[in-house]
Each structure stands twice: as structure tokens, then as C-alpha cells.
């Protein structure tokens, strides 16, 4: 099994809700990541997590909270998005944290505030 | 510090022609380089890797990139283009200890039947 599996793959929401997006991975990989990828963009790091702690936080503002239950799952808690934050959002990981750099991405979460 | 810069936003191609898609890079270490695919609405997909070993990488789907360190260039080729390379390419660089991939800005390739 190689694949990373994000859902949900479509989500709409307003700007008072509570969402989340979900990442599973069962590779046995021991650092995943959420990325952000905006239309006609590369995506940007937004966190990195190693053997289950958090290792990078690239400066996200306090409405995204991530989480990483155990070393197959990764979440990212949404919470009073703004319209700004419609997006492509990317699971990916890595055996272990950027030693080669191959990463394994989902198809990612494309969300839509209103 | 490490950075990539795609050359061309987008490259248009005829079906059975060649593909070239430019990238350089600029490292203050020794660098891996890859490419990346992004067809529409997926995510993205390693084509290829150079980490110091052979100079000229094979990849999936018949795509090919050879490391210049003179150019400091890591051009994407392919021989003959199919309809289903058409997508978005990313040439992207890390380093030994860093702890980040540097993405270009990405080239998106059409391929005209």
C-alpha cells in the first residue's frame, strides 16, 4: 500500500464553523505533512510532523490546529476559516523527516469558505 | 540558502514530439533535486530524484533529467510526448539538513493532439 488517503476530497464551509480533514497513511512512515496549495501555485509548508510531535509549524495562523493521533493519522482542525483560506490541502509523507526528500502526497482536500 | 527557478510557465507540445521543461537551481550545499507531477485536481507525484549518484536520472513514464552542476540546471526531458503528460511540473530542491523542499513555481505542459 502506497498511497496516502486524505477525505474529505470536497468540503464547504461557513466562516463560524468547526471542520476537520483527515490524512491516513499505512506505510509506516514516520513523518507526515500538511502543505497548501493555492490555484496556479506550488504548494507551502504549513507543518511537518516527526514520529508524532510536532517538528514544524511554518507561522499558520491559530485557526488551523493540527494532529497527529498515532503514527498512521494526521488531522487538521479548522476552526473560523476566512474566505482566504479556500484551498488545495496536502497530506504528504516521508519514511522519516526530508532525509531524501520523496515525499508521498494524497489527492488532497480542496475546501471552499464562504 | 536554496532555491529552483522554473524557466517557463508553460510549454505547449505537439503528441509524439519531444518535452523539455527547464529548471535551475541555486544551493548552498550539495542539493537533491527532483520533479514533480500535479495532473488536474490530484496531488502530486515524484517523477524523479538526483542525490549525487549518476548525473543523468531515469524516472517514471519515460522522463528523464540530467544534473549540470557546471549549468546548475536540472532540465526535464521526455522523447516522445503522450496526451496524459499533460499536467503541472514542479522542479523542486532540498539539501542535506535542511529541513524544507524549495518548489518552483511550477510549469504547466499542454500536449496538442
Known amino acids: 500500500d502506497t498511497e496516502v488517503t486524505q477525505t474529505p476530497k470536497h468540503l464547504v464551509m461557513g466562516m463560524t464553523n468547526k471542520k476537520s480533514l483527515k490524512c491516513e497513511q499505512h506505510?509506516?512512515?514516520?513523518?507526515m505533512y500538511w502543505y497548501k496549495q493555492k490555484a496556479k501555485k506550488p504548494p507551502e509548508l504549513m507543518f511537518v510532523y516527526s514520529y508524532e510531535k510536532l517538528s514544524i509549524n511554518e507561522s499558520v495562523p491559530s485557526r488551523f490546529s493540527p494532529e497527529c493521533p498515532n503514527s498512521s493519522l494526521l488531522n487538521l482542525h479548522l476552526h473560523a476559516l476566512q474566505p482566504e483560506d479556500s484551498a488545495l490541502y496536502l497530506c504528504a509523507s516521508s519514511q522519516v523527516a526530508w532525509n531524501t526528500g520523496e515525499l508521498f502526497f494524497g489527492e488532497g482536500s480542496r475546501l471552499t469558505v464562504l | 540558502a536554496q532555491s529552483v527557478t522554473q524557466l517557463d510557465s508553460h510549454v505547449s507540445v505537439s503528441e509524439g514530439t519531444p518535452v523539455l521543461l527547464r529548471c535551475n537551481y541555486s544551493s548552498s550545499y550539495s542539493p537533491s533535486l527532483f520533479w514533480y507531477v500535479q495532473h488536474p485536481n490530484k496531488g502530486l507525484q515524484l517523477l524523479l530524484k538526483?542525490?549525487?549518484?549518476?548525473?543523468l536520472v531515469k524516472g517514471i513514464n519515460g522522463f528523464e533529467a540530467e544534473f549540470k552542476k557546471s549549468e546548475t540546471s536540472f532540465h526535464l526531458t521526455k522523447p516522445s510526448a503522450h496526451m496524459s503528460d499533460a499536467a503541472e511540473y514542479f522542479c523542486v530542491v532540498s539539501a542535506t539538513g535542511a529541513n524544507n523542499l524549495f518548489f518552483g513555481t511550477g510549469t504547466r505542459l499542454t500536449v496538442i493532439p
Open positions: 538526483y542525490t549525487s549518484a549518476a548525473t
Open positions: 506505510m509506516g512512515h514516520r513523518a
